[in-house]
């Protein structure tokens, strides 16, 4: 069969969040692009469809602030544990709004990526990049894609390339990029389930989940009410050990639904599916870029450790690698892959540290159990924790740094207190 050719300024491989980001940022500036998507749209993907303010933020940025208007809106996070329930709302914030939506991504996804085409940029669905071929050194000469349909292959030139392709990367792999094992990943699996309690305006976390042995585990259950009569019900780890890697979510997922049936009106007998997936995060994937091209989103590994959330991060690194390419394009003589690295680094550096510490911290039973307990007897202890652990503390407050530190600093040596004395 034979080869036909597509030549581009960038092209991107994947149009989930990051990649459709990307897209929209490049199109609106009139640099042409063209996005590669294996799958066709609307389509399922695993995700606990919570938007944050933070997504909230780059989405209305994008122009998508009417179709998050017709979606189910929530204030804040309910969150339970040892018999206690917390509601804390969004903080008040000049940068975040005070609310966040639940959208299923089966609606998400093709609304950013019909977003990117309504700004300018070609989105190719059904197209499946199947190899990077390189030049010299860490340059992207083309790619190469398949029509999944008709089989037709498909080789795309470009001067710059974004690898966007999600948590499996495995274009990015075939390049030498590699997870550093010894940082905090995670998995997650979620299920819908019809309730009568669709339209609660929280979205709610249990954090003292136990394993078949009873021990409690480092991550958290999750119900996030989509207002169709359906609620989002799924369950998250963090693997960093091989103790917690060998859980097996499904029936981690089947005891929370179990544990939560009676209060929210489901049964392990009445939902979907469930679907999961890896959780890549804190950056610890190496290198996030080459001479002419970058990673974004989850390819990246940009989800927060302290949450497990990853669509503000893919949202914003998209937009973070659309704003390094095109400002490469009018200074040719700029190193982009230092830059971009230089500007990843300013963003998400400090924070992504400390998460890190965070989760080293609470993987340990004897310290997570206890801090946890603390947390949801306090609501002047939570309500500073939920506004760290969703990374909407107020950029405007010079010592929002020391404060950040010194705050997880003190949780840290509060819950190894109560480790001593336990
Ligand atoms: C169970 C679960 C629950 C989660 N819950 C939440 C939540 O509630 N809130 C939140 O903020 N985050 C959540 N996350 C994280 C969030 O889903 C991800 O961070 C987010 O999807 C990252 O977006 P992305 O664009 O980087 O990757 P993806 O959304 O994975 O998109 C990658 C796209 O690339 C395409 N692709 C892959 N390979 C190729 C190829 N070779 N050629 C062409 N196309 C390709 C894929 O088809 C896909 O469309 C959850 C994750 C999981 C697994």
């Known amino acids: 069969m034979s080869t036909s050719r597509i030549d581009t300024t960038v092209a991107i ?152 392709e999600g948590a499996n990367s495995r274009i990015a792999r075939s390049l030498g990029v590699a997870r550093d094992r010894n940082e905090p990943m995670g998995m997650a699996i979620r299920s819908y389930y019809n309730t009568d309690r669709s339209n609660e305006p929280w979205i709610e976390s249990q954090m003292d989940l136990k394993d078949e042995h009873g021990h409690v585990i480092p991550g958290y259950g999750w119900v996030f009410p989509l207002g169709d009569g359906r609620v989002n019900v799924g369950f998250g780890l963090l693997t960093n050990s091989d103790r917690w890697r060998s859980i097996n979510t499904t029936h981690a997922l089947e005891r929370y639904v179990t544990e939560i049936g009676p209060d929210w009106g489901i049964s392990t007998t009445n939902g979907s599916k469930p679907i999961g997936g890896k959780l890549q995060m804190g950056h610890a994937v190496s290198p996030r870029s080459g001479s002419n091209f970058l990673l974004v989103g989850d390819t990246v590994g940009s989800i927060n450790p302290f949450n497990g959330e990853g669509i503000s991060y893919a949202l914003e690194t998209g937009r973070l690698g659309a704003d390094v390419i095109s400002y490469v394009l009018s200074h040719p003589n700029t190193d982009l892959s230092r830059l971009y690295n230089s500007k990843l680094h300013g963003a998400y550096g400090n924070y992504y540290a400390l998460a890190k510490r965070f989760v080293k911290l609470i993987s340990e039973p004897k310290i997570m159990a206890p801090a946890i307990w603390m947390a949801t007897r306090n609501e002047r202890l939570m309500t500073p924790l939920v506004t760290v652990m969703a990374n909407l503390f107020s950029i405007q407050d010079p010592q929002v740094g020391d404060k950040l530190y010194k705050y997880v600093e003190r949780l840290a040596s509060l819950a190894r207190v109560a480790k001593t004395h336990s």
């Open 13 to 164: 491989v994947g149009a989930g969040p990051s990649g459709a980001s990307a897209a929209y940022w490049l199109a609106i500036r009139d640099i042409p692009t063209v996005v590669l998507e294996k799958k066709h749209f609307p389509r399922e993907k695993a995700c606990g469809d919570g938007l944050t303010p933070r997504s909230v933020v780059q989405l209305e940025a994008m122009g998508l602030g009417g179709f998050l208007k017709s979606k189910h809106l929530y204030y804040g996070l309910r969150a339970k544990a040892y018999g206690k329930a917390l509601e804390i709302p969004w903080p008040k914030s000049p940068e975040y709004p005070d609310h966040g939506y639940v959208v299923t991504r089966y609606e998400l996804d093709q609304a950013i990526a019909e977003n990117a085409v309504t700004a300018g940029a070609e989105v190719l669905q059904g197209y499946e990049v199947v190899e990077a071929t390189r030049s010299k050194g860490s340059r992207i000469e083309s790619l190469v894609a398949k029509d999944k349909d008709s089989g037709k292959v498909v080789e795309i030139s470009a001067q710059y390339f974004v690898l966007a």
